[in-house]
């Protein structure tokens, strides 16, 4: 399984942007969406998740700014983000964790990055 992220760009502070993520086939199981950022220099981190039964969170520093939300029906996480500010450019990167309920732990699986800049 592939995950297929879009939606990156280049914005001005104030802007919004909407990333989305697609498995590249449906993915059987218990499967938790979330999206990370890594900033050159900085570690990864999470920005959003949201679980199969649609419960979410959020960084403290985008909550009331970011939305992670998903359409089950086509397997695909959102992030909207508005409100950007210059520290939130970052490599984005989707993640899904998935229960397969074979009692073996969750597996990840990872999207190539996209890239959000912010300019002051």
């Known amino acids: 399984v592939q995950l297929q992220a879009s939606g990156g760009g280049s914005v001005q502070a104030g802007g919004s942007l909407r990333l989305s993520c697609t498995p590249s086939?449906?993915?059987?199981?218990?499967?938790?969406m979330n999206w990370y950022r890594q900033a050159p220099g900085k570690l990864r981190e999470m920005v959003a998740g949201?679980?199969?039964?649609?419960?979410?969170n959020y960084l403290d520093s985008v909550k009331g700014r970011f939305t992670i939300s998903r359409d089950n029906a086509k397997n695909t996480v959102y992030l909207q983000m508005n409100n950007l500010k210059p520290e939130d450019t970052a490599v984005y990167y989707c993640n899904a964790a998935v229960d397969y309920g074979l009692g073996t732990g969750l597996y990840d699986y990872w999207g190539q990055g996209t890239q959000v800049t912010v300019s002051s």
């Open positions: 949201i679980t199969s039964g649609g419960s979410t």
């Open positions: 086939e449906p993915i059987s199981g218990t499967v938790d």
